[in-house]
């Protein structure tokens, strides 16, 4: 039998790989006295036309001339000394990362995390006194963890990591005797002797499974090989994994490892897809018969006030102007905040040119789903529906409070 060691996926050459935990982290993430500053810097090794230093500077200077009078001088002075350490940071360390990178950093409060993330980001930096963790809820998708399996009558290849970035982690291997190989049995007696074995080992590659998902659960199961093999082998997956089970591409042991991404997010695509496209119809009924869904930005907004957003759809161009209470942190659009208090607290109303970041995060950090439709024939029919809309926990009351 092969060996079976994983690999330290999450610590590569010293580098943190974000994962879904460390976002809910950061969501609890606040300072009183000491800013916080966010950054998002994409790097991407794979363009060679881009130089992210040069984004990086232009970042800093332009987070340090924007400043104005929004902190008093101490906060400006930790603030300026930040900018300045990150500047060393990436100066020094930058060349580890290929992808993207999210830190975190308020000195003077002992908070200091740099994250790699996926590519898929737009650099960005800002300033407050909470982490500004909206841009990684659009990035949640791409960090759910992926098992692929391709699986023989004598072997087995185990592939693991988060989607899109899946690397082999062990091999099985067991002796099972050749189908032509001519024993002193009789045919029948000989051929159960081979299934005997197939089970046993369609059996050890399925505790296998069961055991990685123990130690590192994973959201998706994906299996390989030939269609016979991988319906025979489903009948052996423990319940946990078998629910796991997403699909299953039609490549053969020796394929290599981008064949075996390419297939495997193929298969993680349509899942999401007709996903996305029960969770549409779901909203619309919902919405429809005024229970279990609402659909536009201000009933979605009081929803989530209430508490009740079981999975938020967002349109990801949609942009809405309004304000944020800085107390409570509801969220106003533009029309309903005209004044400078809160109407729930009576906090100070800060006006923002985009709600949709304090909107995505509210859901987040209240345990919602957070789907961005990602195919065009999905994202127009959210657009009919009003671009924002959400499937809710429970019944809302069918008169507003006054
Ligand atoms: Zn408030």
């Known amino acids: 039998m092969g060996g079976f060691s994983y690999q330290s996926l999450m610590h590569l050459g ?27 810097l994409r790097i991407d090794k794979e363009r060679i036309d881009e130089d992210y230093a040069i984004r990086l500077k232009n970042l800093l200077r332009d987070a340090a001339d924007t400043l104005g009078d929004r902190f008093d001088h101490e906060q400006t002075e930790a603030i300026l000394a930040d900018l300045e350490r990150i500047r060393e940071f990436f100066q020094d360390s930058g060349d580890r990362y290929g992808r993207g990178v999210a830190l975190f950093s308020s000195s003077r409060a002992g908070i200091w995390r740099v994250y790699e993330i996926p590519r898929d980001i737009e650099s960005q930096i800002s300033i407050g006194f909470e982490a500004q963790i909206a841009p990684l809820i659009r ?83 994906i299996l390989g090989g030939p269609e016979e093999v991988v319906q025979s082998f489903l009948d052996h997956l423990h319940p946990y994994v078998r629910d796991r089970y997403i699909g299953a591409i039609h490549l053969l042991m020796v394929a290599n490892i981008n064949e075996v991404r390419q297939e495997s997010n193929a298969v993680l695509a349509r899942w999401r897809q007709t996903e996305t496209q029960r969770l549409i119809e779901t909203l619309r009924d919902e919405a429809l018969s005024g229970d279990r869904g609402v659909v536009g930005i201000d009933k979605t907004i009081m929803a989530l006030q209430q508490g009740q957003v079981l999975t938020l759809l967002v349109d990801e161009s949609l942009h809405v102007p309004g304000a944020v209470c800085s107390r409570c942190h509801s969220v106003q659009p533009e029309t309903n905040a005209t004044g400078t208090e809160c109407v729930f607290c009576r906090g100070e109303l800060v006006h923002v040119e985009d709600v949709l970041p304090s909107i995505t995060t509210m859901a987040f950090r209240q345990d919602a789903a957070v789907i961005y439709p990602k195919v065009p024939e999905l994202q127009a029919q959210l657009r009919d529906l009003g671009r924002i809309g959400a499937v809710l926990r429970f019944n809302i009351p069918s008169e507003p409070v006054a």
């Not at 009789?186 to 296998?208: L, N, P, S, T």
């Not at 069961?210 to 959201?219: D, I, K, T």
């Open 14 to 40: 010293g580098v943190v790989v974000i994962t879904h935990a460390d976002i809910v982290d950061l969501g609890r993430l606040s300072t009183e006295r000491w800013p916080l500053i966010s950054l998002y």
């Open 139 to 221: 990035l949640l998708e791409q960090l759910d963890a992926c098992c692929t399996c391709i699986v023989s009558r004598d072997r087995a290849r185990i592939f693991y990591g988060v989607t899109a970035e899946i690397s082999e982690i062990g091999e099985i291997l067991d002796e099972v005797p050749g189908q032509h190989e001519q024993g002193g049995w009789a045919q029948a007696r000989y051929e159960r002797h081979i299934e005997e074995h197939v089970r046993a080992h369609f059996k050890r590659v399925a505790d296998r499974l069961f055991q990685l998902w123990n130690e590192r659960p994973y959201r998706f199961l």
